[in-house]
Each structure stands twice: as C-alpha cells, then as structure tokens.
C-alpha cells in the first residue's frame, strides 16, 4: 500500500484532531465528521471496541506517516522491550529521523520532513541519510548539509520552530542533538496507545 496522499482534512476530522497541524478547514468543520451522513448512517450506532481500538492505531499510524507493516514491525519491537509497550511504541515513533527533522523545524510537518530526508537534505552524524524511518540513539546530531541550509523552505520552517526537551538545538550551526528518546508525559501527541496495545493483543 502506498503512503497516503489524499485530503488531509477528511482524515483529520474522521479522528475529530488536527493530526496534521494547522488547518483552518478542519478547524471551521471539526464537529462535523467526513461524509454526508457522519461516520454512522444508523442514529444512534454505537462504535464497537474493536472499532475504537482500530480507530487509535489508525490515527497514530497517520499522525506519523507510517505504513501499517512498519507500525506492526515496531509494535513487535516494543511488546519485546522491557519498557511499557505502548510507551514505547510512541518513543520509537519519536525516535525516526523524519520525526526528529520535523521535531527540529527544519519542515513544517512530517511529510515535509519525509521529503527532506528522502531528498538528501539531512545528515546524520556529518553523514547523508535518506532513510525517513531511520532509527535515531541518544547523542545522535541531526543537521542540514552545507549545499540544503539555504532553502528558502528550511529557513522559513526554523523561522517558527518549537523546542522540545528531549532535543538540544544549535541556533549557530543549524544542527539538533537527540538527548534521549522522551517519556510518554513529554509526547504532545494525543494518542491513547492503551487501546494500541489492546488492539495488537486480541
């Protein structure tokens, strides 16, 4: 299956959230789900569990732009971690290297960040990489290489980017440091990864 490319805001307001960031058309139709009659035709039709639990771990999937064997391979990594599953689940997610770029500003959303990576634009360590679901460890530094830090579309993306604890970021040298992968309370994401978890174990 392809990566998903279609109407942002029809996904955004099927999870009733802004996955995808700013968006003034899901903000002007959030209360009203896709479709001409809402998710439901039936008044009053009850979601399933299994249908919530679903639901979740499509969101998180969209929210991170990751494939569904992707997200079944690091489920399998975390479930086998020692850590809680679902934390860690959300922390290997954080740990991907389009994730981080997007987390640094250098884009101003993941897909955009996917495409920087994709496009050799980011450097690992002083080294080229072009594999968006790259797994970072802690110490790693993240930078632009020489050729990409003039794009007018990194330094527009840097001009309003965010800090997060768990990234050390380089105003000088345009380069980010990944300190550690975050604990569950520092992911802003609202993801409820229980019923993830849940899902995964039926």
Same mark, same amino acid.
């Given at each position: ?30 209360? /009203? ?24 771990? /499509? ?22 971690? @020692? ?7 959300? /922390?290997?997610?954080?740990?991907? @290297? ?37 797994? @970072? ?20 993306? @840097? ?26 309370? /520092? ?16």
């Amino acid at each position: 299956m392809a990566r998903y490319i279609g109407p942002k805001t029809k996904i955004a307001r099927k999870f009733g959230a802004a996955i995808y960031g700013d968006d003034k058309n899901f903000e002007r139709r959030k209360n /009203q789900p896709p479709g001409q009659h809402g998710p439901n035709k039936r008044r009053g039709a009850k979601r399933s569990e299994y249908a919530t639990q679903l639901a979740e771990k /499509q969101k998180a999937k969209y929210t991170y732009g990751i494939l569904e064997r992707q997200f079944s391979n690091m489920f399998k990594r975390a479930h086998s971690s @020692l850590g809680v599953t679902g934390e860690v689940l959300l /922390q290997l997610c954080e740990s991907r @290297l389009d994730n981080v770029v997007y987390r640094l500003g250098f884009a101003k959303t993941r897909a955009a960040a996917r495409q920087l990576v994709s496009h050799r634009h980011i450097s690992v360590n002083g080294e080229i990489v072009n594999i968006p679901s790259y797994n @970072l460890k802690p110490g790693d530094k993240v930078g632009v290489r020489a050729k990409s830090k003039s794009l007018s579309v990194i330094e527009d993306a @840097l001009s309003s980017r965010s800090d997060y604890e768990w990234l050390q970021f380089n105003d000088e040298t345009k380069e980010g440091t990944f300190v550690n992968a975050p604990e569950r309370i /520092q992911i802003p994401e609202d993801i409820k990864e229980q019923l993830i978890v849940e899902l995964y174990s039926k």
